[in-house]
């Protein structure tokens, strides 16, 4: 082993000892998981037959997540216990969100069968579930952890759903790969959204991490897929409907209608050699 070796685990020591407060990801995604499973039996690995069974296993929860907690102590703003109990308290808020979110999903998608399927199978709604947790945690300024849950979603759904974003309830993703919402985006409520979607910045230089720089999506607004949206001054009034492809960068009023209209032109070919020798 060289000298240069010798420093290089060295410095990978040192590191690993000033790394004992990050939060394991798998325990963290664990949490996550078995948090899911109590709220909704479609997802659950287990059946819960008993008040009793359903205490012990909440309270089994509580103490996994003080136990992630109490490893970011230094950070947080209150003791863990107390991040805990706040958590805990808020959880039927966000299951009734939670409830609309499926219901809504379930009523505008022709393909789902029930609710049952949609907790189960569809991807847009795990996405906002793990959100809508992982912003709670937000909401408590709880650091690191909201962020770990929520590129768990990603990894899982190919949604991308920043916890500090504002998203009322109830709201609806459909299909969802590659939607991606940022940080200070605000939601209204009864608002859809395709696949594709993107509600980002204008501009990401690092100076701009305070102040709000995502849209801002108003009540009843349907956004169809591959749509992008930039800016933290532009707002999409209420009952707008946005198309497929639309690139907007600036407020339209309530009730728009804002579509992007292709040319599309079609020939016929001569010969079938003038598609084969195509290049692209």
Known sequence: MTINNISFIEHLAAKHQQAIHVVPRSLSCAFLDGLLQLLFPPLSEQTLHTVSEVQTYMDRLQSDLEYLLVRLQERLPEPPSVVVKKFFEELPRVYNKLVADAAAIESGDPAAASIEE????????????????AH???QEHVPLLPRVLSEYAHAKTGVDIHPGAIIGSPFCIDHGTGIVIGETAIIGSNVKIYQGVTLGAVSVEKEMANIKRHPTIEDNVVIYAGATILGGSTVVGKQSIVGGNVWLTESVPPFSRVYHRPQIKVRMASEPEDVLNFSI
Do not use: D, E, K, Q
Request: hydrophobic fraction near 55%.
């Open 118 to 133: 949609v907790i189960r199978t569809y991807p847009g709604f795990y996405a906002v579930a793990v959100y809508r947790i």
């Open 136 to 138: 709670l945690l937000c």
